[in-house]
C-alpha cells in the first residue's frame, strides 16, 4: 500500500506541476517572451517613477532570458546564479519567475529543501502576483508531503481552499491523500468527497480521487477485523513411566 501511495503522489505533482504551469504561461508568457507589459500611468506626476519602472522590467527581461538560455544550454551553475541574482534584485515579476525557475531546477536536483525554501520565500515576496505566491504555496506543500506530519500538510494546504480559490481541487486532493496517509480516514473523506461531486473536476483527478476512496475503506475493513485467534500451543504428552520388574515366586532359586 506504501508503493501504492507513492505512485499516486508523484501522478498527482505531475500532473499539479503540468496544469499549473499552463496557468501561469497563460498569464505569464508575454512577460517569459520578454515583452512586458507596463501600466503608463496618466498622471504626469509619476512620469519619472515610471520611466525608472519601464527600464528596471526591460533591464529584468534581458537577464532573464540570458539566464533561461543558459539554462537551454545545460550551463547548470551558471543558470542558477544568473536566476539568483534576479530573485535578489530583479523587478517583482522577473524575480518571482526566477524563483520558481530555480525551485524547479532543485526539485529535478533532488534539493528538496532548498526548492521547499525558494518556493516559500517566493509565497512570501512583496509585490509577486497572488496566482504565483499559491502556485509556491501548493508546490512546498507537495514536496513536503514525503516527510511532513499530517498537521503540517493540514496548515500549508487549508488556506488554499475555498470556493473561488484557484488551486481549491489540487489542495483538496493532497489534504486528502495526507489525511490518508496518517489514517484520518473520516478527514481524508471531508476533502475528496467534494470531488466526486464537482461537475468541473477531471476525469483523471476523480479517477485517482475513487482509487484513494477505495483505499480508505480497504484499510478501514483491515483496522476493524476481529483479531485472528491462535491456538494454545501444543503441550507435550508425558513420558510413559518405566514398567516395573516382574516380581519373582518366593523360594524359586532355592533349591
Avoid at 536536483?109 to 521547499?116: F, H, I, L, Q, S
Amino acid at each position: 500500500m506504501a508503493d501504492d501511495n507513492d505512485s499516486l503522489l508523484r501522478e498527482v505533482q505531475e500532473e499539479l506541476r503540468r496544469e499549473q504551469m499552463q496557468k501561469i504561461w497563460q498569464r505569464y508568457n508575454g512577460l517569459i517572451l520578454g515583452a512586458a507589459v507596463l501600466i503608463v500611468l496618466a498622471v504626469a506626476g509619476y512620469k519619472v517613477l515610471e520611466t525608472r519602472r519601464i527600464t528596471a522590467a526591460e533591464t529584468g527581461g534581458a537577464e532573464f532570458t540570458a539566464a533561461e538560455s543558459l539554462s537551454d544550454q545545460k550551463k547548470k551553475d551558471e543558470a542558477a546564479k544568473a536566476f539568483q541574482a534576479i530573485a535578489d534584485s530583479g523587478p517583482a515579476g522577473y524575480a518571482a519567475l526566477a524563483k520558481l525557475q530555480l525551485a524547479g531546477a532543485q526539485v529535478k536536483e533532488g534539493k528538496t529543501a532548498d526548492a521547499v525554501a525558494t518556493y516559500d520565500s517566493l509565497a512570501k515576496q512583496p509585490g509577486a502576483d497572488d496566482l504565483l505566491k499559491t502556485f509556491a504555496q501548493l508546490q512546498a506543500a507537495s514536496i513536503r508531503m514525503a516527510d511532513a506530519d499530517y498537521q503540517e500538510i493540514q496548515n500549508r494546504l487549508t488556506p488554499l481552499i475555498g470556493e473561488n480559490a484557484p488551486y481549491d481541487k489540487s489542495a483538496r486532493e493532497l489534504l486528502g491523500i495526507a489525511a490518508f496517509k496518517a489514517k484520518k480516514f473520516d478527514e481524508a473523506r471531508k476533502y475528496l468527497e467534494p470531488l466526486l461531486l464537482d461537475p468541473n473536476a477531471s476525469d483523471a483527478l476523480q479517477e485517482r480521487v475513487k482509487v484513494i476512496m477505495s483505499g480508505i475503506a480497504a484499510d478501514e475493513v483491515a483496522a476493524n477485523a476481529p483479531p485472528a485467534t491462535t491456538p494454545p500451543p501444543a503441550t507435550a504428552a508425558e513420558p510413559a513411566k518405566p514398567a516395573e520388574p516382574a516380581k519373582t515366586e518366593a523360594g524359586a532359586d532355592k533349591k
